[in-house]
């Protein structure tokens, strides 16, 4: 968690140094939950497929970090090659299918990947991570329809932070328990904290273990919060909350609220902790420095990977 959050204030650093282009939409607040359920999967084996705000999920991957902070400067080093940035970083091999910039629009493609293991008779869970402001999506209640009649192992997670952008969960949702839009499709549903790592990595166990099991999908609601603007460029977050509103929320910090358990239960001194903040944050700046040493990419390869070579064969 400590890693993801120094890695991102990184982030943060190049777009407001003019190093990063595009739209950039960090993670702080919320790192308990990614990190709750990517620890839990088959990594490597399982896939996970997210929308743009998407850094430590590819961290937690085991995607290179120089990569990934190189894709965020648009640089040739990058997971995409440069040409994706902040919402587009992408690692196959690890099982990470993006990285994906349209509200709700990536979430049939992970029903897919679902769909694809199955039929293949692999045992893989897919995790199909999207916000709130995107459960309000057509599509993605037509996602939950195909995934639940043909029952594949998708587990739709929730990030909810309680904003669409400026929008807040009760002004954009009729009913905000968002969890219920299992019900209609018969899909296993329930609402979790996402505050609390240890908390969430049991219950991430618990749902991975079943769906892998059962096959069939499950739609999990976490609750959490972002303490930060929507994006880079959300200049005045007081248009529609209040400071203290986020400050009660920073209370629930969960980089503050796991180094409290474990100080308190003796399992870990403060020093110790320090230490790890000093070490994560000199980490973080080596990344940082070594993407930015990356070159842009050649002008010459706007059209390189647009489209493809291959003829599709009909009649498959
Ligand atoms: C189809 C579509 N409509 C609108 C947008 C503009 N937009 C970008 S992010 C966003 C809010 C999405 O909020 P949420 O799903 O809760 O995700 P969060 O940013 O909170 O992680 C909107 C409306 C978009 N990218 N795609
Ligand atoms: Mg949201």
């Known amino acids: 968690m400590l890693f993801i959050r120094h890695f991102e204030r990184f982030s943060e ?12 939409h960090v993670y702080i607040g919320m790192e308990a939950l990614a990190v709750g359920w990517l620890t839990q999967i088959r990594q490597g084996y399982d896939y996970v497929i997210t929308a743009y705000r998407d850094h430590a999920h590819a961290l937690l991957l085991g995607s290179d970090p120089v990569a990934c902070m190189a894709e965020i400067m648009g640089r040739r080093g990058g997971l995409s090659r440069g040409k ?3 919402m587009h970083l992408y690692d196959i091999p690890k099982g990470f299918f993006g990285g994906w910039g349209i509200v709700g629009g990536h979430t049939p493609l992970g029903a897919g990947l679902a769909f694809a293991s ?12 999207l916000g709130d402001g995107a459960a309000n999506a057509g599509v993605f209640f ?24 400026g929008t ?29 790592l240890l908390q969430v990595r049991q219950d991430a166990k ?35 909350r209040t400071k203290d509103e986020v400050e009660s929320a920073r209370q629930r910090d969960p980089i503050a609220l796991l180094m409290d358990y474990l100080t308190s239960n003796n399992l870990m001194t403060r020093e110790k902790i320090e230490a790890i903040d000093a070490e994560t944050e000199a980490e973080a700046e080596r990344v940082y420095e070594e993407a930015d040493a990356s070159p842009h990419p050649d002008p010459s390869e706007v059209y390189d990977d647009v489209y493809s070579d291959m003829t599709p064969e009909v009649g498959h």
């Open 206 to 240: 618990r749902i991975i273990d079943w769906v892998r099991e059962n096959q069939k999908p499950y739609l999990v609601e976490i609750m959490t919060y972002r303490f930060v603007g929507h994006g880079a460029a959300d200049n005045d977050q007081t248009l529609y």
């Open 168 to 196: 807040r969960l009760e002004y954009h949702a009729a009913d905000t328990e968002l969890h219920k839009r299992g019900y209609p499709f018969g899909m296993k549903h329930e609402r979790l904290d996402g505050m609390d």
């Open 13 to 24: 650093r190049a777009y407001r140094q003019g190093k990063a282009g595009g739209y950039l």
């Open 142 to 165: 037509e996602s939950l329809n195909m995934a639940a009649l043909y029952d594949v192992p998708c587990i739709f997670i929730i990030e909810n932070n309680e904003f669409a952008m």
């Open 84 to 86: 994706g940035g902040s």
């Open 118 to 129: 199955k039929y293949r008779g692999e045992d893989r869970v897919t995790l199909n991570f």
